[in-house]
């Protein structure tokens, strides 16, 4: 069946433009996760959303960044006036329910780059 | 979340068994330990988890310690396609709304022709 897909799969952004990053989870999965990839190191949570609603947004690193998943499906993450160290490559998971323990699919990844 | 410590990088043999270890000396009793592994420009792939019994499955065998303070991720005959880093996590499952699974660097793991 068809897993996770994120759209664009790249992006190239001058520093102070908005970026808006898509992301499909695999169709009923409940749970929906964003990640953030910078060079040579591992994903770092960013968000967490249950449905529709957003119950952890504990890793967005300031208020430029933003997520939404307004009918519990779609997410779009929307980072405002880019900056050079928001490049890195954004990562979208989803898992079917919203159990601790139950197992996460990752998309392959939108790579920013911030000129 | 405790913290695990792996080596940066390992090599094997293409059609040999890959061994790779982890340090997770801090686990408590309700975490378990999950392996993923992610391929060069791909986003990470969900391999094995385990809280105390050794597991297998298709993709490879999970080995932890009585103690648990360690683990072996086995890869029975690696191949060229196993070419990855391997990330070892240890996740709580009870309290808080901690979903999210902490990735440390992981292991550059380099099967050889």
């Known amino acids: 069946g068809a897993g996770v897909s994120q759209s664009p799969r790249y992006k190239v952004a001058k520093r102070g433009q908005d970026v808006a990053l898509r992301c499909d989870p695999i169709?009923?999965?409940?749970?929906l996760f964003w990640y953030q990839q910078a060079l040579g190191q591992g994903p770092e949570f960013l968000t967490y959303?249950?449905?529709?609603?957003?119950?952890?947004k504990s890793g967005l690193p300031s208020d430029r960044f933003f997520a939404e998943r307004p009918e519990g499906s779609v997410s779009t993450l929307k980072i405002q006036r880019t900056q050079q160290e928001d490049s890195a490559v954004y990562l979208c998971?989803?898992?079917?329910?919203?159990?601790?323990?139950?197992?996460?699919?990752f998309g392959p990844g939108t790579r920013l780059t911030v000129l | 979340d405790a913290k695990t410590t792996q080596p940066p990088s390992m090599d094997c043999a293409e059609g040999r068994a890959a061994n790779l270890p982890c340090n997770h000396s801090?686990?408590?009793?309700?975490?378990?330990v999950y392996w993923y592994r992610q391929i060069h420009s791909q986003g990470p792939q969900y391999i094995i988890h385990?809280?105390?019994n050794n597991e297998t499955n298709e993709m490879a065998s999970l080995i932890i310690t009585e103690d648990r303070k360690s683990s072996t991720l086995i890869l029975p005959h690696a191949t060229l396609r196993d070419t990855a880093v391997y990330y070892c996590?240890?996740?709580?499952?009870?309290?808080?709304?901690?979903?999210?699974?902490?990735f440390g660097k992981g292991t550059l793991l380099t099967v050889n022709p």
């Open positions: 385990g809280l105390k």
């Open positions: 959303f249950q449905n529709e609603a957003q119950l952890d």
């Open positions: 169709s009923g999965h409940v749970s």
């Open positions: 801090t686990i408590s009793g309700n975490e378990y």
């Open positions: 996590i240890v996740r709580t499952n009870s309290g808080g709304s901690n979903y999210k699974l902490t």
């Open positions: 998971a989803s898992s079917l329910r919203s159990g601790r323990t139950d197992t996460q699919y």
